[in-house]
């Protein structure tokens, strides 16, 4: 089983909302990240947590936070974002940090910012 | 940092024909080089890998090519079919310890029945 579940699929919310994407894996995988995807382009990086530590922030937006509460489950908080955050936010897993392991992608959270 | 290049941007095949996809790299210390699926509404789907010490992996219907030397590596689909309709990544990724995919730009192919 290489399923990595995202919820929820869809969200609409309000510069002055506060909101949280989950990601979950049972795969045992213990480097988990988290991407962001606009229109018509690659993934792109936005974190990495390995053993439940962050390991790579790549310079985001401190309106984004996020949260290795455990070993399986990872969480973005979102906060006063903007419009041209409206994307597809991503999780992956794979099995570890190093090495050029496996990244198994999740269906994705549909954001959009008003 | 890798930079990953990708072509075609778009590719539109009869069903049954050939696809061939090809990226270039500029890391010559990448190690993997995975490719994705993408199909409307979904998560990337990894679909093919190979490591840079293999040239060559297959995969049933999928295939994909790694020259080091040159620094490019494609990937092939034999009989396409039409639920081969998808975007296509191809990705790399550094020997930095972290496992960083660099993306290609992306592939759009339409096998048209």
């Known amino acids: 089983d290489t399923e990595v579940t995202q919820t929820p699929k869809h969200l609409v919310m309000g510069m002055t909302n506060k909101k949280s994407l989950k990601c979950e894996q049972h795969?045992?995988?213990?480097?988990m990240y988290w991407y962001k995807q606009k229109a018509k382009k690659p993934p792109e990086l936005m974190f990495v947590?390995?053993?439940?530590?962050?390991?790579i922030n790549e310079s985001v937006p401190s309106r984004f936070s996020p949260e290795c509460p455990n070993s399986s489950l990872l969480n973005l908080h979102l906060h006063a974002l903007q419009p041209e955050d409206s994307a597809l936010y991503l999780c992956?897993?794979?099995?570890?940090?190093?090495?050029?392991?496996?990244?198994?992608f999740g269906p994705g959270t549909r954001l959009t910012v008003t | 940092g890798e930079n990953v290049e990708q072509h075609p941007s778009t590719l539109s095949v009869q069903e049954g024909d050939s696809a061939v996809i090809k990226c270039t790299y500029s890391?010559?210390?990448?190690?993997?080089f995975p490719w994705y699926k993408q199909e409307l509404g979904k998560g990337p789907q990894l679909i093919i890998d190979?490591?840079?010490?293999?040239g060559e992996k297959k995969d049933q219907r999928i295939a994909v090519t790694l020259n080091k030397t040159a620094k490019h590596f494609s990937l092939h689909i034999t009989e396409t079919q039409p639920e081969d309709s998808a975007v296509y990544f191809c990705?790399?990724?550094?020997?930095?310890?972290?496992?960083?995919?660099?993306f290609g730009t992306g592939t759009r192919l339409t096998v048209i029945p």
């Open positions: 992956a897993s794979s099995p570890r940090l190093a090495g050029g392991y496996e990244q198994y």
């Open positions: 947590y390995s053993y439940e530590k962050l390991s």
């Open positions: 990705a790399a990724l550094g020997e930095t310890g972290a496992n960083n995919l660099f």
């Open positions: 890391d010559s210390a990448s190690n993997y």
């Open positions: 795969m045992g995988h213990r480097a």
């Open positions: 190979i490591r840079s010490n293999v």
